[in-house]
């Protein structure tokens, strides 16, 4: 026997950091750098999965690879994923490599030999430009990988959470709708003895009124006929039966877990239409009701099952 898995609901929220340390050895004095890396996954609920990225240029690369992790352990939804990081220098400020200087002075000749109008870069943009290229160094897959990790376990129990809860308010829907059919069963036999014995007295009523033109034997098959053909018209006890075994599925599925959703969704439609149909061949306001109160369960069931997995 197969063990159950958990019920995903595709809406979730995880966000995970963590710190590494790097050693900028191309400085003239070595600076640690602590490099802080963050990854946040927004989930909400799609017929599919839609996967959105937000990344800084410098982690842009990164983003096959995250594809694909993500993919493997996500299979609905509509999925944003945000990456960011951030250098700090045990220094506020370090000094800038000798190479570094070189590179932007060669750069800022080369473009005023083609732009001689352009003006010198100041302090502040070597400094801006120094530290952005120092922030850039050594990011890579390996560097947020594991944190990606981290991130899509943290969203799948966030997802396996609220999936519980919906689990649980399902199978109280379904008990609720056990009851109303079980409720439903036992009118059909009162309404269609009351319909016989209603036709039966009209026919009654109509014989008097013939004067005996017409036998009482005849009166009374055909009262009799036209009591059938009503309880063949309002007869649900196939609708009832469906809905139950609807229900029986539903609650196997809830139970098993894993990818159910697109199946739940069928189900409740079939549901709906159980119901629907009960309502139209109603002959009492009591089964009116019952039918009502059955799409009002339905329904709710429906919003929810959209949500999940």
Do not use: C
Not at 18 to 24: G, L, P, V, W
Not at 58 to 86: C, D, S, W
């Amino acid at each position: 026997m197969k063990e159950s898995m958990p019920v995903y609901s595709m809406t979730g929220y995880a966000s995970v950091q963590s710190n590494s340390d790097t050693r900028e050895d191309n400085a003239e004095t070595p600076v640690r750098s602590k490099v802080r890396f963050g990854l946040e996954i927004r989930s909400v609920n799609s017929r599919f999965l839609d996967l959105s990225f937000r990344l800084p240029d410098e982690l842009r690369h990164t983003e096959p690879a995250l594809r694909e992790h993500i993919m493997q352990h996500i299979k609905r939804g509509k999925v944003e994923v945000r990456a960011f990081y951030h250098t700090g220098q045990d220094n506020d400020l370090a000094d800038p490599s000798v190479g570094t200087l070189q590179k932007l002075l060669h750069l800022q000749n080369k473009i005023q030999s083609w732009l001689p109008d352009a003006r010198d870069l100041s302090v502040a943009d070597v400094i801006k430009l120094a530290t952005h290229e120092k922030s850039g160094m050594g990011l890579n897959e390996a560097d947020l990988m594991p944190l990606a990790t981290q991130a899509v376990t943290a969203l799948k129990d966030a997802r396996a959470r609220e999936g519980a809860r919906l689990a649980d308010m399902l199978q109280d829907r379904i008990s609720q709708l056990r009851t109303l059919a079980e409720q439903a069963a036992p009118l059909l036999p009162q309404l269609v003895e009351q319909q016989r014995l209603r036709f039966i007295d009209r026919w009654n009523e109509a014989m008097a009124l013939t004067e005996g033109i017409i036998s009482s034997d005849v009166a009374k098959d055909r009262a009799l006929t036209e009591a059938t053909a009503f309880a063949i018209r309002i007869d649900v006890a196939e609708e009832l039966t469906r809905l139950a075994s609807h229900l029986d599925e539903i609650s196997r599925l809830v139970k098993k877990g894993g990818d159910i959703g697109k199946r739940l969704d069928f189900l409740i439609q079939e549901l709906h239409r159980e119901a629907n149909t009960l309502g139209s061949k109603s002959a009492a306001l009591e089964l009116t009701k019952i039918s009502v109160e059955m799409k009002v369960l339905i329904e709710q069931m429906r919003e929810q099952v959209q949500n999940i997995e």
